[in-house]
């Protein structure tokens, strides 16, 4: 079992940066395949980005592709999220994900352990 506990969320203007963090401990960190979703009010849980066990391979949704950037350091057991140029519409609680082994996807019935989620608003 693997826990996550995700931080960075808070208040920025539209065009602003904020650097999403989530910490894991418990299992190997390299056996896990990471992603962040996030959730809106009143909408469902969307996938965000996602990283393999190594690092080398990334996946992002259409609407965050060359703003948001995830990465992952194995050695300290932390994947981040960069988030450059943020909308009002990114506004939401984002959520890290992690499954055991596997590859990337975006479905978030296929991740086993998730993060309390921390929240990030967006002003216009």
């Known amino acids: 079992q693997v826990q996550l506990v995700e931080s960075g969320g808070g208040l920025v203007q539209a065009g602003g940066s904020l650097r999403l963090s989530c910490a894991a401990s418990g299992r190997p960190f390299s056996n896990y395949v990471m992603a962040w979703f996030r959730q809106a009010p009143g909408k469902e849980r969307d996938f965000v980005a996602a990283i393999d066990r190594s690092g080398g391979i990334t996946d992002y949704a259409g609407s965050v592709k060359d703003r948001f950037t995830i990465s992952r350091d194995n050695a300290k057991n932390t994947v981040s999220l960069q988030m450059n140029s943020l909308k009002p519409e990114d506004t939401a609680v984002y959520y890290c994900?992690?499954?055991?082994?596997?590859?990337?996807?975006?479905?978030?019935?296929?991740?086993?352990?998730w993060g309390q989620g921390t929240p990030v608003t967006v002003s216009s």
């Open positions: 994900a992690a499954k055991f082994l596997g590859s990337t996807g975006n479905r978030n019935t296929a991740y086993n352990y």
